[in-house]
C-alpha cells in the first residue's frame, strides 16, 4: 500500500464509519419485528461447564470472548480447545516456531484472565487442513472428560474453511458416540464473517466485558492485525439492547437439530465452498457494509436451524 493510501485510510474509516452506523441502525429499525421474534436476551448463560472450539488461536476472544469473561466471574469451569496448530500463519520463520509462538499467545490470554492451564487443550491439527484430520478420539476424550453443559463452535457458513470444518468434526464424533452430547447445548459464534441479528437467536449483553475483551486481543502480535472489525460487529449487535452497548450474537441449538441440518445440508463440502464464494471478509468500516450485505444474501440456510427448533 502507497504511503498516500496508508495516510488516507484512517480519514476514510473515520468518516465511513458514520455512514456504517447510521446504515446499520437503519436496517435495524427496519427488521425491527423480525429480529425481536427470533431473538432472546441474556446476561448469563446457564451450565456450569463451558467448553469453546476455537479453530484458531484468537477465534476464542472474538466469537465469545465475552462470554468467556462472564463465566469466569461467576465462577463457572472453562475449558477451550485450539483445534489446530497455526502453523500456516505465524510471524516466524518455520513451523515449528510459529506452533510454539501461537500456543504461548494462547496460554498467556489464558493465565491473564484466570483459565487454568490445565483448561486449555491442544489437539494440533493443520490449520487450513482441518476438514481432513480425524479428531474423534481427541473430541471425545474432551467431551467424556470435562463433560460440558454447553459447547462454543464457530458458524460453519464463513470465509474460513477450518471453521466449516469444526461443524464437520463435531457431526464425525456424533454419527459415532451420540451419547457424548447428552445435557449439551451448541453455541454458534460468529468470527470474521458476521451471523447478524437476522440469523442469530440469541443475544449476550458484554457491555462490562468490552474493555477487556479488546484488551486481549494485543495479545495476538502473530497475527500481524488489528481486529478493527471485532468492535464494529459487537456496537452492532449492542444496538440491539439499550444504546451504547455491545453484545455477542449466538445460535443456540439442540445437537440434534443442528446435526440433522448438517447432514441435510452441509455433509457434503460443495455447498459450504458455493456459499463461501459469495462472503465478503469483514476487515474495518471499509468493508463492513458489503460484508453484511454479503452475510444477508448467503446465510438464509441458517434460518432452517432456529425453524427446526420450533
Not at 464509519?17 to 427470533?38: H, P
Request: aromatic share 10%; glycine share 4%.
Amino acid at each position: 500500500m502507497s504511503s498516500i493510501k496508508k495516510s488516507i485510510r484512517p480519514i476514510a474509516q473515520y468518516v465511513y464509519g458514520f455512514k456504517v452506523k447510521r446504515s446499520l441502525n437503519q436496517w435495524i429499525k427496519e427488521n425491527e419485528l423480525i429480529i425481536k421474534e427470533r431473538n432472546h436476551l441474556v446476561d448469563s448463560f446457564s451450565g456450569e461447564r463451558m467448553l469453546v472450539l476455537a479453530p484458531h488461536v484468537d477465534d476464542e476472544i472474538i466469537g465469545c470472548g465475552g462470554a468467556i469473561l462472564q463465566s469466569l466471574e461467576e465462577g463457572k469451569e472453562v475449558h477451550i480447545a485450539f483445534l489446530t496448530d497455526g502453523r500456516n500463519k505465524g510471524s516466524k520463520d518455520n513451523a515449528e516456531d510459529i506452533i510454539a509462538e501461537r500456543k504461548e499467545e494462547a496460554i498467556d490470554v489464558a493465565r491473564s484472565i484466570g483459565v487454568p492451564e490445565e483448561h486449555i487443550h491442544f489437539l494440533d491439527a493443520e490449520d487450513t487442513n482441518l476438514v481432513h484430520e480425524d479428531l474423534s478420539k481427541p473430541l471425545y476424550d474432551l467431551f467424556t472428560t470435562i463433560k460440558p453443559n454447553r459447547v462454543f463452535l464457530p458458524v460453519l457458513i464463513d470465509t474460513h474453511i477450518d471453521h466449516y470444518a469444526v461443524s464437520i468434526k463435531l457431526f464425525e464424533l456424533y454419527e459415532e458416540h451420540p451419547e457424548v452430547f447428552e445435557d449439551t447445548m451448541l453455541m454458534i459464534y460468529e468470527v470474521q464473517s458476521p451471523i447478524s441479528p437476522l440469523y442469530s437467536n440469541c443475544v449476550l449483553d458484554i457491555t462490562t466485558h468490552m474493555d477487556k475483551k479488546r484488551s486481549l486481543l494485543t495479545y495476538y502480535k502473530s497475527q500481524n492485525t488489528t481486529f478493527k472489525f471485532l468492535p464494529i460487529m459487537n456496537e452492532f449487535n449492542g444496538a440491539l439492547l439499550d444504546g451504547g452497548k455491545y453484545a455477542e450474537l449466538y445460535i443456540e441449538v439442540s445437537p440434534d437439530v443442528y446435526m440433522d441440518f448438517i447432514s441435510e445440508h452441509f455433509q457434503d463440502i460443495t455447498k459450504y465452498k458455493e456459499l463461501k464464494s459469495n462472503l465478503v471478509v469483514h476487515i474495518d468500516y471499509l468493508t463492513t457494509l458489503k460484508s453484511y450485505d454479503s452475510v444477508f444474501k448467503t446465510k438464509q440456510l441458517l434460518n432452517k436451524i432456529n425453524k427446526a427448533q420450533g
